[in-house]
């Protein structure tokens, strides 16, 4: 199993003046100890039931292009971009841009977004949930044809486009991996299993998971898509050090579900000792598990 970072917090000692020089030598470290994916949040204010809306966030696309100059061979992604937040012609471009500049090493994380407060704060459009799940499919079109060789238009109920032109394209082929984040069993699994090569669920009791990735597995075959193209992963974010032996058995039984990536956050006042010490401690015996 692979160990991803999850970078969800930007307040820590020094204030403003540290945030830079702390997140790149935190991204160094993941990917000096072999960590596979770095990821931060995609959100304008913090995330209330984490600190508070006031606390320290920077923007994620802007986030990566900073580690992608610090790094050189780990995966960058957002867990995830919320459909609201950008054009989706312009998401495919900036995602492109992060490929193209890191030499191949961008990821797309697309949810249907949820905190409300960000965008009333910024004045920007929240439409119901449903319409966000429209959205959110089209938005998966539109990156998926920007990422083939058809540049005509897109027409559709919410997104109208002349052209899906994207020069240069990504360096990865076909194009840069797709991973939806969510359980949500009628919608949200089912268009991972129509668009996505990966899933992202909650590190959920183990019982509950594997109803999640059954779900995943009737959409599968009602698309008339092998299960195996897609990546399981969990993201297990309130995980401490004291907790390594109860965090490894969890996993076990994660992977024997079928689960090959777990994204872990950075607790305490130093993110790079805590992956330090975290990830040394846990990688050597995360990578024995095959599901």
């Known amino acids: 199993m692979d160990l991803g970072v999850h970078y969800a917090s930007f307040s820590h000692p020094g204030g403003q003046a540290a945030i830079g020089p702390r997140l790149a030598a935190t991204a160094r ?9 770095f990821t931060v949040m995609d959100h304008w204010f913090q995330m209330e039931w984490m600190l508070s ?11 990566l292009g900073f580690v992608a100059g610090q790094t ?63 959205r959110l499919e089209e938005t998966l079109q539109i990156c998926r044809q920007m990422w083939s060789d058809d540049d ?8 109208r486009l002349a052209e899906t032109l ?33 899933t992202n669920l909650y590190a959920l009791p183990p019982d509950d998971l594997r109803h999640k ?9 009602t698309e008339g898509r092998d299960p195996a ?3 399981r992963t969990v993201v297990a974010s309130g995980v401490h050090e004291i907790e390594v032996d109860d965090f490894l058995r969890r996993m076990e039984a994660y992977a024997a579900l079928g689960v090959t990536k777990v994204f872990v956050t950075p607790r305490g006042p130093d993110p790079v000792v805590w992956v330090e010490r975290f990830a040394g401690a846990v990688l ?8």
């Open 29 to 37: 470290a993941a990917e000096a100890l072999g960590c596979t994916d």
């Open 53 to 63: 809306a006031s606390d320290p966030m920077l923007e994620g696309y802007t986030t």
């Open 72 to 134: 050189e061979r780990i995966t960058l992604g957002l867990l995830v971009t919320g459909v609201t937040y950008r054009r989706p012609g312009l998401l495919a471009k900036t995602v492109t841009t992060l490929d193209v500049l890191s030499g191949g090493r961008a990821r797309l994380g697309l949810g249907a977004a949820w905190y409300e407060r960000e965008h009333l704060g910024l004045g920007v459009p929240f439409p119901p949930l449903a319409e966000r799940f429209e």
């Open 152 to 159: 005509g238009p897109y027409d559709g109920r919410h997104y």
């Open 166 to 198: 994207c020069v240069p394209g990504p360096v990865q082929r076909p194009r840069p991996r797709i991973m939806l984040g969510g359980g949500g069993e009628k919608r949200t699994l089912r268009l991972v299993a129509r668009y996505a090569d990966a």
């Open 213 to 221: 990735l059954a779900v995943l597995d009737r959409h599968c075959e």
């Open 229 to 231: 193209e897609i990546e």
């Open 284 to 291: 050597p015996r995360l990578r024995e598990l095959t599901p």
